[in-house]
């Protein structure tokens, strides 16, 4: 652990506690509400972690699934579930008995975790988007494109991509000196959120923040929306209309999934960047809607619009029940 990043500190009622370890705060402001928020999050995490097994289950377990767009599923299922492990249980904590103390340490490994997850999130949304590009735009080549090869590739591409790109976070974190308060106002250590407390000069980390975001959402929308641009030329060039909805809802899954992740993603980066009177209390809700709204409802959105995963998951049911019956008799 850098020097710098250990320094005295003050818990929540100023008495002098370890120097190595900071005290997440949850959502300041709404503090009379914890009990009642833990509510919705127990959900949500709940939610998560019953969905994405399914899915993996499910896509695992159907020889049938075993294609492009349901591997990339099965890659964005399982980083949400290292995400929400990431947040949901130190939040629950927080929002149940306020315990919000974590080790210097911790703290930088759920910051290095949290956003390298967002990013290799957000790389794997771009493939969806790639697949569903090839597959209306090429169908005829859609087989010999994506292949098991390149789709293990694309995979190890996210993860190296999302940890890359966070691995100077650490290092401008370590270098910073905290000479006042180690209290985070804030339900997890975000990366600005932890840097607002230092007491030297914090650039590199703002210009490190802005490049990071920029780098993976900006670059990765601005490729999404101009593989809808060459979706959408296709569709309309089609003659039966049919056709057109069929293969329009094709995508109808992954634009849900991509609306779900990105508006509360766009939303607190405007708000923290240029929001400077938007109440703090709004700024960590809009935080926490990002982290745990896209992990839980993401399986929803494929369950239920798409019709291959909706049979599969009634068919592993049914047979569960009649093993359930049979054991009884």
Known sequence: MPRAFVQPMESPNHTNLDPSVFFLLGIPGLEQFHLWLSLPVCCLGTATVVGNITILVVVATEPALHKPVYLFLCMLSTIDLAASFSTVPKLLAILWCGAGHISATACLAQMFFIHAFCMMESTVLLAMAFDRYVAICHPLHYA????????????????????????????????????????????????????????????????????????????????????????????????????????????????????????????????????????????????????LFPPALNPMVYGVKTKEIRERVVRVFQRGQGTGIKVSE
Not at 175 to 203: N, W
Not at 222 to 227: A, C, E, K, M, R
Not at 233 to 247: D, F, N, P, Q
């Open 144 to 291: 010999t494109i994506l292949t098991d090869t390149i789709i293990f590739r694309i995979g190890v591409v996210a993860m190296v991509r999302g940890s890359i790109l966070m691995l100077p976070c650490p290092f401008l974190i370590g270098r910073l000196r905290f000479c006042q308060s180690h209290v985070i106002p804030h339900t997890y250590c975000e990366h600005m959120a932890v840097v607002k407390l230092a007491c030297g000069d914090t650039r590199p980390n703002h210009v490190y923040g802005l490049t990071a975001a920029l780098l993976v959402i900006g670059v990765d929308l601005f490729w999404i929306g101009l593989s809808y641009v060459f979706i959408a030329r296709a569709v309309l060039r089609l003659s039966s209309h049919e056709a057109r909805s069929k293969a329009l809802g094709t995508c109808g899954s992954h634009v849900c999934v991509i609306l779900i992740s990105y508006t509360p993603a766009l939303f607190s980066f405007f708000t923290h960047r240029f929001g400077h009177h938007v109440p703090l209390h709004i700024h960590i809700l809009l935080a926490n809607v990002y982290l």
